[in-house]
């Protein structure tokens, strides 16, 4: 009896997370067109994505600080693991004032030695799923095109990550940054709700023998 109870508890917790899954893949894919639309950094930090998260970033760049972290810890770099991590990587627009200033910091020769301000503000946080080493960040470092999808509707910073950023960059904006999801590709709304449709059946199942099963004792 306690055997099937606890089987019957096992379906109950795989059923609830089918339903979670899936939920979150059909908001997503329901953000989503088919066709990504193609924006700058710019337009990305100003603008935002609008009803199609599925995005060809241009003229954006990469900033060499970045946090990784599983679903528990976050830290400032890759630390030597045998589960993958994921990466969060700021970006900046290259068409922003922050560029500008950049540019205009290092043509005077008495800063060769000095360190320029950070930014305040990013066109969005790239994330990286499933990375193995700082390697697999440096490959995407000087694309001129990221492809993917933002995946603020069903994910956000931690506040872990929040706060190992804003050690890097100090006083930089995290409120209502876009986080692009790299290659990550749209997905049908069927699968979610297929997802949801056999996680509410499994979860109904669950209730029901456990009822039984309680009421047979």
Request: charged letters at 20%; one cysteine or more.
């Amino acid at each position: 009896m306690f055997g099937i109870s606890r089987m019957l508890l096992a379906l109950l917790v795989a059923g609830i997370g089918a339903i979670t899954f899936g939920v979150k893949h059909w908001t997503l894919a329901s953000a989503c067109q088919a066709t990504p639309q193609v924006l700058t950094g710019m337009e990305l930090q100003q603008q935002g994505w609008g009803n199609n998260a599925n995005i060809e970033l241009t003229k954006a760049a990469t900033l060499k600080c970045w946090v990784s972290c599983t679903e528990t810890t976050s830290s400032r770099r890759f630390q030597a693991s045998t589960t993958k991590l994921s990466a969060f990587i700021p970006m900046i627009s290259l068409e922003s004032d922050y560029m500008k200033y950049l540019d205009k910091f290092y043509s005077v020769k008495a800063n060769e030695d000095k360190d320029p301000e950070m930014p305040k503000e990013f066109c969005c946080i790239l994330k990286l799923p499933d990375i193995k080493d700082d390697v697999d960040v440096e490959r995407v470092a000087g694309l001129n095109r990221y492809n993917g999808v933002i995946i603020n509707s069903i994910d956000s910073l931690s506040s872990d990550q929040k706060r190992l950023l804003r050690e890097e960059f100090p006083g930089v904006n995290l409120s209502s940054v876009a986080i692009l999801e790299y290659n990550r590709i749209p997905q049908s709304t069927a699968k979610g709700v297929s997802f949801v449709a056999g996680g509410g059946l499994a979860v109904l199942c669950a209730v029901a023998f456990l009822g039984m099963a309680w009421k047979n004792r």
